[in-house]
C-alpha cells in the first residue's frame, strides 16, 4: 500500500497464475486449513468452524430470538458476498424483516466472518450510492460454505470471481493494519452502475483503487470505473491497478495499471 500510495507499482519477484492461484484463494488464509494438504479436509474443518461459530459464538455476544436462522443467513450472505447489499431483499430469502436482517449482519461482522464496506464520496450530501457491499473475510471459509472445489471452477470460471476478490479484500484489509498511516476502505459505484471493487483511502484523502479481474487477459474497458474514480477525486487519485490472473505489469495510461495478483506482496 506504501508503494501504492506514492504512485509507485514493481514487478513482483514471483508470480502465481493459474490453477495455482485458484488452490491459493481456496485455500485461504485460516492456519488451520493451510495445514491441511487435503482440499476435502479444508473444508470439512471451514464448515465446522463455521457451524461452531454460529451455534456457540453468537450466543455468548448477543440474544438471538431465531438462531436457527443464522445458519441459512450465513448461506444467504455467502451467495451475495461482494455484491452491494440489499437487507429487505437478503431477509425475504429465510424469513427476516429489513431490521432483524441488519442486526444478525452486525453479530456476524463482531465475530470476523464478514464486514460490510461503505461507498466512497467525496461529500456526504451528494453520495453515488447508499448500498454498502458485502465481503466475507476469508475465501477459504467463502469457497466450503458455497461448496467450491478447484474442479468447479475449472468447468465454471465465472464462480472464481468473487472468492478472488474476496482473497484480495482480504490480502488488502490485513496491510491497512500494518503501517502507521490510518487507512479506511470503501467501494465505489456511480449511477451508470460503473464500479471499482476496493478504494483505499489514507489520512490525507489520497486513494487508490483497486479492481480485480479474475482473467489473463486485460483491456482497456476494464478501467473504466478507476478512470471515473480518478476524476471524482482529482488530484488526490493516486493510482488505479486492475489485479488480474497474468504475469507482466502493463501501463494503461497516467497511474493507471494491469497488475500481478503477485503484487500484493512483493
Known sequence: LEKAFSGRL?????????????????????PEMLRRAD????????????KAIVQRDVRDIAEVEKLDHMMRLV????????QLANFTQIGAQIGLDDKTTRKYLGILEELF??????????????RLVKAPRLHFLDSGLLSAILGITAEKISK????FGPLLETFVFSEVL??????????TIHH??????????????NSSSDLVGIEVKASATVTAGDFKGLRKLAAASAKNFKLGIVLYDGERLVPFGEHLWAAPIACLWG
Open 113 to 126: 466472518l464478514l464486514r460490510r464496506v461503505e461507498p466512497w464520496f467525496r461529500n456526504q450530501l451528494k
Open 156 to 159: 465454471d470460471r465465472p464462480l
Open 188 to 201: 465505489y459505484r456511480d449511477k451508470e452502475q460503473d464500479e471499482v471493487d476496493i478504494v483505499v483511502e
Open 39 to 50: 482440499p476435502k479436509r479444508r473444508q470439512s474443518w471451514a464448515r465446522d468452524y463455521v
Open 10 to 30: 514493481s514487478h513482483p519477484s514471483g508470480t502465481i497464475i493459474g490453477m495455482d492461484l485458484v488452490r491459493a484463494v481456496l485455500a485461504g488464509g485460516y
Open 75 to 82: 448461506r444467504v450472505l455467502a451467495h451475495h458476498s461482494s
Open 174 to 183: 490485513k496491510q491497512t493494519a500494518w503501517g502507521d498511516e490510518t487507512y
